[in-house]
């Protein structure tokens, strides 16, 4: 009896982490750059159709690479004097040079994901907006870049806007720093990881929208990055990768 009690147990944890691993994915990824027309003129050339954003009240700009599954790139960019806490975050990302930035999960509820953070005695800081709650972590954390989102009202794109000319479908493969304590947080959120040959300090972690592959920090930049992103395309084995 003792020993069927500890199957079921197992069981059900095991149920219980791959149905949450399902449902979070990668959201998006995000990328600073020195000059937004430039960005959006180099990616639109690449082969994407490239929506661009608004000038912000903060001082930012951004533009947005989207795909029919919901993941995207966007493009973030200063166009003003930034003029609160998100658009100084972005000055001092830019200043320690362009490339990936963040990469966003999302899929379950904020108070779920609190709970897990919880459970994994990971510290976080919950913001509540008009559209969106996110959830951040403290820059000195070897997660800060990652966040959590939870949409308020989302909105699909247009058709023409998820097509590309190069094919891309969707994101694939995101490159990412990270040493233990992200390898702690991707395994403690429910992330299936698989070991594999590929040059990785922690192999890739799989989510419904994307995996995840940890790569050593051996860039000068002053927090972790995200340091490449690759997109399938349709009807090929191959991909399009850009390396940030």
């Not at 500890?6 to 149905?19: E, M, N, Q, R, S």
């Not at 954003?53 to 966007?74: R, W």
Request: charged share 20%.
């Amino acid at each position: 009896m003792l020993v069927r009690q500890v199957y079921l147990l197992i069981a059900f944890t095991l149920l219980h982490v791959t149905g949450f691993c399902q449902s979070l994915k990668v959201d998006h990824v995000i990328a600073v750059v020195v000059n937004i027309d430039e960005a959006i003129k180099s990616y639109t050339e690449k082969g994407f159709t490239v929506k661009k954003g608004a000038d912000h009240k903060n001082g930012l700009t951004n533009a947005h690479i989207k795909f029919s599954n919901g993941s995207y790139l966007e493009l973030m960019s200063i166009k003003g004097e930034p003029n609160d806490e998100i658009a100084r975050t972005y000055v001092d990302l830019l200043n320690d040079g362009e490339g990936g930035v963040f990469i966003a999960l999302s899929g379950i509820t904020t108070t779920t994901f609190q709970r897990t953070l919880e459970k994994l005695n990971i510290e976080y800081e919950t913001k509540i907006q008009q559209n969106w709650t996110y959830i951040t972590f403290e820059p000195s954390s070897g997660i800060a870049h990652f966040f959590f989102i939870e949409y308020h009202n989302y909105i699909s794109e247009a058709k023409p806007t998820t097509q590309h000319k190069n094919l891309a479908m969707r994101i694939e493969s995101v490159w990412v720093e990270g040493e233990i304590d992200v390898k702690y947080f991707l395994d403690g959120i429910g992330f299936e990881s698989r070991k594999d040959a590929l040059n990785t300090t922690g192999g890739r972690f799989i989510t419904e929208s994307g995996e995840i592959i940890l790569v050593s920090n051996k860039n000068n930049h002053q927090y972790p990055r995200i340091r490449a992103i690759s997109f399938l395309v349709f009807g090929s084995s191959e991909t399009i990768r850009i390396e940030f």
